[in-house]
């Protein structure tokens, strides 16, 4: 059973599309995370939900919004796609909101090019 | 604000030698230290972390860490890594207070050569 899920895997799109990325966690946790990894392989967070409310949001361009329908999802929608977008993004789940202490569960990642 | 940075990109090491990679980080706050693994092709994995108590933590898997809080470290260190050990591996802190935002160091690649 998979517990953090993403789709799609794999995305390659035009630059100036919008596109959407899902996440599903079957953890039964409170807390999810968008994560961006460059070429680099540097990872940062992006946004933050705890019960389908957003509690971090990073310096991110507004073309970039997060939903949370319920607190097991939390998708990511590009507007104006750029090139600078590429990258891989992964999606987390934590049980608790406020706990520094909780260990992340990570999805397996979707990697976007921007052609 | 908290950063974190690992001295080593690469590490290369043979099969069953030991390893030690290095993260240092700055804070102005407390923080709790993690390292979190990338096997390829998939997401991260938690290894271990320092939450509070005895500074020296240890994984499942032979993995342990360090917090040496005058030396902002928390190094990982292994006697006698493996090949399955090949991985990408990611030092994070998190601020003590507030809402968990873990801030990642650059990723330290280490190879295992048979």
């Known amino acids: 059973d998979t517990a953090v899920s993403q789709t799609p895997k794999y995305l390659v799109t035009q630059m100036g599309n919008d596109k959407s990325i899902k996440c599903e966690q079957n953890?039964?946790?409170?807390?999810m995370y968008w994560y961006k990894q460059d070429s680099k392989k540097f990872l940062k967070i992006m946004f933050s939900y705890n019960n389908k409310e957003l509690i971090i949001n990073e310096t991110v361009p507004n073309r970039f919004s997060p939903k949370s329908p319920d607190k097991a999802h939390l998708n990511l929608h590009i507007n104006s796609l750029e090139l600078g977008d590429s990258a891989v993004y992964f999606c987390?789940?934590?049980?608790?909101?406020?706990?520094?202490?909780?260990?992340?569960?990570f999805g397996p990642g979707t990697r976007l090019t921007v052609l | 604000a908290q950063s974190v940075t690992q001295l080593d990109s690469q590490v290369p090491v043979f099969e069953e030698a030991p390893v030690e990679l290095r993260c240092n980080y700055s804070s102005s706050v407390s923080v709790y230290l993690f390292w979190y693994v990338q096997y390829p092709n998939q997401g991260l994995q938690l290894l271990l972390k320092?939450?509070?108590?005895?500074?020296l933590v240890e994984s499942i898997n032979g993995f342990e860490a360090e917090f040496n809080k005058s030396q902002t470290s928390f190094h990982l260190r292994k006697p006698s890594v493996h090949i399955s050990d090949t991985a990408e591996y990611f030092c994070a802190v998190s601020a003590v207070q507030g809402a968990q935002k873990l801030v990642f160091g650059q990723g330290t690649r280490l190879t295992i050569n048979p």
């Open positions: 987390a789940s934590s049980q608790g909101g406020y706990a520094s202490t909780d260990t992340q569960y």
């Open positions: 320092y939450l509070s108590g005895s500074t």
């Open positions: 953890l039964g946790h409170d807390t």
